[in-house]
Each structure stands twice: as C-alpha cells, then as structure tokens.
C-alpha cells in the first residue's frame, strides 16, 4: 500500500518554519538584534551594547579613524568584527535549534514511554551551538578588550585560565575597568553560570539521554514494567502510582532541559551585550 503524503515537502517545510517561529515568540526568543532596539531608533538601554555594535562596529572606527591607526590595530579590529559577526551567526543557529526543541517538546510530553528522538536531537544540536557561541563571546571579549586570541590568553595565565569564566572574572585590570563595575560584576555571574550550567554539563548529559534512550527501546520491547520501576507482582494500583510518577518525571525532565536552553540563550544575549558595549568603549 502506496502512502499519500498530505502536505508536499515545500509546504510541509515552510509550514515547520513558521510553527518553529511562533514557538520562539511564544518563549521571548528573538534574533540578536531585536534585543538592542525599543523602536526604529531608540536602543534598549538594558542590552545597548548590541545597538552600539550594530552602529559603529569594529570596522566603522577603521573608515573612520583609518589614518590614524596602525596596521596591527586595523588587523585586530578586523578580527574581532570576524569574530563577532561569528557570534551572531552561531546565535541565530543556537535560536533556530532551541525553536525546534521546544517545538517537539511538547510531543515529547504526551508520550512518556516513547523515544523522543526529535526532541532530544535539537536539544542536543541546541547546547552543541549554544557552546559554540560561547566560545566565540570569549573570543570577542578577549579580543576586544585584552587584545589576545585564546591562545594568547592562556599561554600568559595560570592553568585555570583554560576555564571558559576565567576571562570575565579576572578583567578588573582593563582599562574600562572603573566605568563598568556593575557590569563586570554581571559579566562574571553570567559566565559562571554559563559554563556551569550549560558547557559543563553538555558532555554528561550526551551520555545520559544515550543510557536512557537504550532503556527505552529495551522498554519497546515488551519491559515496560521493568523499565519505568514497575513489577509484575504489584497491584493494580501500586503499578499505576508507578507509570503515574514515571510520567510526570518525564514531563518535569522535558520542562528542565527545555528551560536549561532558554536560560543559556538568554544568558548569552546579556553577556554579548556587555561585551559589546565595554569592546566600544575602549575602542574610542
């Protein structure tokens, strides 16, 4: 027997864009520049960094002060708008992959004893980008404001300064340094719980949805009661508590992967900010 599709793939494709779209609004996930403005002109005073970054980037102070620089300062400048237009790349990826996570969530929710392969592939592929634009921020910070690559960094620092959050919580050398107290002190919460919350755990967490996907297709298999802390020898009633709690921890582990994504994003846009604006300031 021959299936019929009911929606042709184009369709079917603008159409999962679309739902993909409305479930990023539905949780405040926008593009990185929808966070720098107010209005058509007015910038956000809680994220202007963005809005000074998309005004008078790297590049615009080598037009403008081009004459005055050397040419070492106009190939940082370069690099560190390289690196920052990295960033926003791999931020509206990271967006586009939690979309599509929250997207199968909710599926994910109504079928506890079901794989769920869709949902934890995009979650998965969300920390994977999400860790990837926090390596690139580290790399716009350091760049901009300590003038070294990575490499730089760390081959000048102890060995801790291979930690993603040892950067921003060691800048109260910098220049900008007075002006910003406040902000490094955020800075530094936020890259803290950056790496502890979401690029330690990414690892660990690959290995345990693995371990737990393997249960659930041996669950497939006809051992659900084994599977989910049920046996054969309780009652009706204790088996159904059993498949009761199993069911709400798996919507409670839907809900706490989904929230550790959207905490990661929104962690990120502030931390971009900051950066931005402190990268502007020591620029002028």
Request: net charge negative; charged share 25%; hydrophobic share 35%.
């Amino acid at each position: 027997m021959t299936s019929v599709p009911l929606m042709k793939n184009d369709k079917l494709l603008e159409y999962l864009s679309i739902e993909v779209q409305k479930s990023l609004d539905s949780h405040g996930v926008y593009p990185l520049s929808s966070y720098a403005w107010q209005g058509e002109s007015a910038p956000d005073d809680n994220y202007v960094g963005l809005a000074k970054w998309e005004v008078e980037p790297p590049g615009w102070s080598i037009g403008t002060y081009g004459a005055t620089l050397s040419d070492e300062e106009k190939a940082r400048l370069i690099a560190v708008e390289t690196a920052g237009e990295d960033l926003r790349g791999l931020m509206e990826m990271s967006r586009l992959a939690i979309g599509h996570a929250i997207l199968y969530s909710d599926l994910a929710k109504k079928s506890p004893f079901e794989l769920h392969d869709p949902f934890w592939v995009h979650h998965l592929s969300a920390m994977a980008m999400l860790s990837m634009t926090s390596e690139r921020l580290r790399d716009v910070f350091l760049l901009g404001c300590f003038g070294q690559t990575a490499k730089e960094y760390i081959k000048q620092k102890p060995d801790n300064a291979k930690h993603f959050d040892h950067p921003f919580c060691n800048s109260g050398g910098l220049s900008c340094a007075p002006q910003f107290q406040r902000e490094l002190t955020t800075l530094a919460d936020l890259a803290k719980a950056i790496y502890n919350e979401g690029i330690d755990k990414r690892n660990k967490l690959v290995h345990e949805r693995a371990s737990e996907l393997g249960k659930l297709a041996k669950a497939k298999e006809g051992k659900y009661l084994d599977t989910f802390g049920c046996t054969r020898k309780q009652s009706y009633e204790e088996a159904r508590k059993a498949w009761a709690d199993a069911n709400t921890r798996h919507e409670n582990e839907i809900d706490g992967a989904t929230k550790s994504l959207l905490d990661w994003h929104k962690r990120l846009v502030k931390a971009t900010s900051i950066v931005c604006d402190m990268e502007h300031t020591m620029r002028q």
